[in-house]
C-alpha cells in the first residue's frame, strides 16, 4: 500500500522528498545535541570549579536544557528604536543558516554523506567566511553602541584567524591530496600513526585554536566580552532572536570539533586499526573523537583567562601566520620528495 | 523545461533583480547587502556552468573578504544623500556615455564567433568525480607559471599600496607595553635621596 | 556533478527555515508590551547621547584589505595543494617563489607596524 503510494509519485518528489528525511536526520540529532552541550557545559564548568550545576529541573537537571529553550520560547522578542527591523531580524538567520549547512558535506562514515561533492573543504570554508555577516550585520542594526564595538572586534578577530585556519586546511589538502573529505579520512588510514595529526602537529595545534577563536568562545571571547560590552553583537537581542544566535554558535562549535577529529584524527577510523573487531571503522568513533573535542572546548573556557585583544590580533597575524607558512612548505617538500611512511 | 533551466532562471532572475537594487537603493548598507545577494547568485550560476572552484572561490573571496571590507567602510561613513544626489546633473551625461560604451563592448564580445557554441565542439557534463580543481591546477603552476608569479607581485604591491594609503602612526594615543611594565628595575622608578637629618637643637 | 548540489541547496533552505520558524515562534508565543524604556538601547542606564553608528578606526579598514590579500593567496594555494603530487618538484618551486615574493610584503607589513594593536 505504502510502496504503490510511493510508486506513484513523480521522480523529482521522491529524491527531495529522501533528501529532505537526509536532512531532518542531520539537524534533529544536531539540535538535541546543541541543547544538552549546554547542559554540559554547565555541568561540566561546575565540576571543574567544585560546583554541582544545574540539578533542580527533573533528575539530575536533565530536562534543564528543555526548560531553557521553553522560557526563552516565551520572551518578549524587543526591537530597540531605531534599529533597522529587517536586518536585525535576518542577522540571526545568517548565522544559523551556514552554520547547519555546513554539515551537508560532513561525513559520518565511508557511506553517509548528504553530498558528496568534489570541493567539500573549500565549501566548508566559505560557509565559514559568510558567518561574519551574521555579527556584523547584527551589531549594527540594533543601533546600539556596545553592540556595534562588539561587532567590529569580533569581525576583525573572526578575519584574522580565517587567514591561520585556510592556510592549516591547505596542510591538510597537501597531505591528504584531495579536497572531499571523505578521500581525506580514507588517506589517513593505517595506524593511529598515520592520522594527520602527527605530520601536521603545528597546523593541528593552528586549527583548533583559530576554531575556538572563530567561534568567539573563550578565551577569545572579547566580542561578548560580559565583563566590558556586556554582550557584545547581541546584546539588544531577546528572547528567540537570542536563542537562534545561541544555536549557530554552538552548531560551529560541534562542526569545529567534527572537522579536527576528520582532518586530523582520522574520523571513523579505530585507532586500533589491524585488531580484529575493535579495529573496524565505525560512526562510533567519529562520535567519541567529536565529543572529546567538544570537551576542549568547555576544558578551555573553564581554565583559560580571557585574552586582551591586542593580543589576540598577535597571536593570529604574528605567531600562527608564520608558523603555518613554514609548515606548508616543509609538508610540500615531504610530498614532492614522497617521504616514506605518510607520503609514499 | 528541465530542473537545472529552472534553477539558472530563478538563479538569474534574482542577480538581474539585486544588480538593480544594488544602483537605486537609497542606503549604501543596504546596497551592499544587494551586492553580496548578486554575487550569491552568479556563484550559483557558475555552478551550473560545473565550474565548482570558482563559484567556491567567488563566495570566499568577494563575499566573506571584499564585502567585508565594504560593509566596514559603508557602515562607518557619515554619508549624506542629499549632498550626493546634488550632482546628480552634472555626472548623468558621463555616467550614460560610459554605460553605452559597456554595453557596446559586451555586445560585439558576446556576438564574435570567439564565443560560439561550435568554437567548443560537443559540450558534455562531466562525471561526478571529475575535479576542476585539479584541472586547474595542473596547468597554473605549470603552463601559466609565469602569470602566476605576476599575481604574487602584484599582491605584494597591494600590500604596499594599502599600509602607504591608511597607516597613521598617532603620537598621542596612550598605551600600556605590558612588556616595558614588566621589565622595569627598580633603578628605573626609585631614586634613593639622601637627606641629611634635621640638626636637633 | 550537479545533483550532488541539491542536497545542498536545499539544507540551506532548511536552515534558514530552522532559525525563522524558531523566531516566528517566539514572535507569536511571547508577550507584546513595548514601551519607550524598554526599547530604547542599553547604554549603563543613561539616555543614549548619540547616534551608535560611530566612525572607526582607520586600523580596522587596514585589517580588511590585508585579509583580502591572504584570502586570495590561499585561493592561490587550493589548487596546487590538491595537485602537488603530480606537478613535483617544478610546482614547489613555483610556490615558493610566490610564497617568498609574499613573505617579503608580509614583513615590510610587519616591521612598518601595520599588525600593531595599541
Known amino acids: 500500500m505504502i510502496e504503490s503510494l510511493w510508486g506513484a509519485l513523480p521522480e523529482a518528489l521522491q529524491t527531495t522528498i529522501v533528501i529532505v528525511a537526509k536532512i531532518v536526520a542531520i539537524v534533529v540529532p544536531l539540535m538535541l545535541t546543541v541543547a544538552y552541550y549546554t547542559l554540559a557545559e554547565r555541568k561540566v564548568i561546575g565540576f571543574m570549579q567544585v560546583r554541582i550545576g544545574p540539578n533542580r529541573v527533573g533528575p539530575r537537571g536533565l530536562l534543564q536544557p528543555i526548560a531553557d529553550a521553553v522560557k526563552l520560547m516565551f520572551k518578549e522578542i524587543i526591537l530597540p528604536t531605531n534599529a533597522n527591523r529587517f536586518l536585525f531580524v535576518g542577522a540571526p538567520l545568517l548565522s544559523i543558516a551556514p552554520a547547519l549547512a555546513a554539515w551537508a558535506v560532513i561525513p559520518f562514515n565511508e557511506t553517509w554523506v548528504l553530498a558528496d561533492i568534489d570541493a567539500s573543504l573549500l565549501y566548508i570554508l566559505a560557509l565559514t567566511s559568510f558567518g561574519v555577516y551574521g555579527v556584523i550585520i547584527a551589531g549594527w542594526a540594533s543601533n546600539s553602541k556596545y553592540a556595534l564595538l562588539g561587532a567590529m572586534r569580533s569581525a576583525a578577530q573572526m578575519v584574522a584567524y580565517e587567514i591561520a585556519m585556510g592556510f592549516a586546511l591547505v596542510g591538510v589538502l597537501l597531505a591528504g591530496g584531495s579536497l572531499n573529505l571523505g578521500d581525506i579520512v580514507q588517506a589517513q588510514s593505517g595506524s593511529i600513526l598515520h592520522w594527520f595529526w602527527l605530520p601536521l602537529f603545528p597546523l593541528m595545534m593552528v586549527y583548533l585554536i583559530s576554531g575556538v577563536a572563530e567561534t568567539n568562545r573563550a578565551p577569545f571571547d572579547v566580542a561578548e566580552g560580559e565583563s566590558e560590552i556586556v554582550a557584545g553583537f547581541h546584546v539588544e537581542y531577546s528572547g528567540m532572536t537570542f536563542a537562534v544566535f545561541f544555536l549557530a554558535e554552538y552548531a560551529n562549535m560541534i562542526l569545529i570539533a567534527a572537522l579536527t577529529s576528520l582532518l586530523f584524527f582520522g574520523g571513523w577510523l579505530s585507532p586500533f586499526q589491524g585488531v580484529p573487531l575493535l579495529g573496524e571503522p565505525s560512526l562510533f568513533w567519529f562520535l567519541l573523537k567529536t565529543a572529546f573535542f567538544m570537551f576542549c572546548f568547555l576544558w578551555f573556557r573553564a581554565t583559560f583567562p580571557r585574552y586582551r585583544y591586542d593580543q589576540i590580533m598577535r597571536l593570529g597575524w604574528k605567531v600562527f601566520i608564520p608558523i603555518t607558512i613554514v609548515w606548508l612548505l616543509v609538508v610540500g617538500l615531504a610530498v614532492v620528495v614522497e617521504l616514506p611512511w605518510w607520503f609514499d | ?201 | 556533478m550537479l545533483e550532488n548540489y541539491l542536497p545542498i541547496l536545499i539544507f540551506l533552505a532548511i536552515g534558514l527555515a530552522v532559525g525563522g520558524g524558531a523566531m516566528a515562534a517566539g514572535f507569536l508565543l511571547g508577550p507584546h508590551r513595548p514601551d519607550a524604556e524598554k526599547n530604547s538601547p542599553y547604554e549603563c542606564g543613561f539616555e543614549a547621547f548619540e547616534d551608535a553608528r560611530m566612525k572607526f578606526d582607520v586600523r580596522y579598514y587596514l585589517v580588511a584589505i590585508l585579509f583580502i590579500i591572504f584570502d586570495l593567496e590561499i585561493a592561490f594555494l587550493f589548487p596546487w595543494a590538491v595537485v602537488l603530487g603530480e606537478i613535483g618538484m617544478f610546482g614547489f618551486l613555483a610556490m615558493v617563489l610566490f610564497l617568498g615574493i609574499l613573505v617579503v610584503g608580509f614583513i615590510y607589513e610587519w616591521k612598518k607596524g601595520a599588525l600593531e594593536w595599541e
Open chain 2, 1 to 201: 523545461m528541465g530542473f537545472d533551466k529552472l534553477v539558472f532562471y530563478v538563479f538569474a532572475a534574482v542577480l538581474v533583480f539585486a544588480a538593480l537594487r544594488v544602483i537605486t537603493c537609497r542606503n549604501p548598507v543596504h546596497a551592499v547587502f544587494y551586492l553580496v545577494l548578486a554575487f550569491l547568485n552568479s556563484a550559483g550560476l557558475w555552478l551550473l556552468l560545473e565550474a565548482e572552484f570558482l563559484a567556491m572561490t567567488l563566495v570566499l573571496v568577494y563575499v566573506g573578504a571584499v564585502m567585508v571590507l565594504f560593509l566596514f567602510v559603508v557602515m562607518m561613513l557619515d554619508i549624506n544623500v542629499a549632498e550626493m544626489r546634488a550632482g546628480m546633473r552634472r555626472f548623468a551625461p558621463v555616467g550614460v556615455g560610459i554605460g553605452i560604451l559597456l554595453v557596446v563592448e559586451m555586445a560585439l564580445i558576446v556576438r564574435s564567433s570567439a564565443f560560439s557554441p561550435e568554437k567548443f565542439g560537443n559540450l558534455v557534463r562531466s562525471p561526478a568525480d571529475y575535479s576542476n580543481t585539479k584541472a586547474l591546477g595542473s596547468v597554473l603552476y605549470t603552463e601559466h607559471v609565469y602569470a602566476f608569479e605576476i599575481a604574487a607581485v602584484i599582491l605584494v604591491l597591494a600590500i604596499i599600496a594599502a599600509i602607504a594609503l591608511t597607516l597613521r602612526k598617532r603620537p598621542k594615543t596612550r598605551y600600556q607595553d605590558p612588556a616595558r611594565q614588566v621589565s622595569v628595575r627598580r633603578e628605573d622608578r626609585v631614586r634613593l635621596v639622601d637627606v641629611p637629618s634635621e640638626k636637633r637643637g
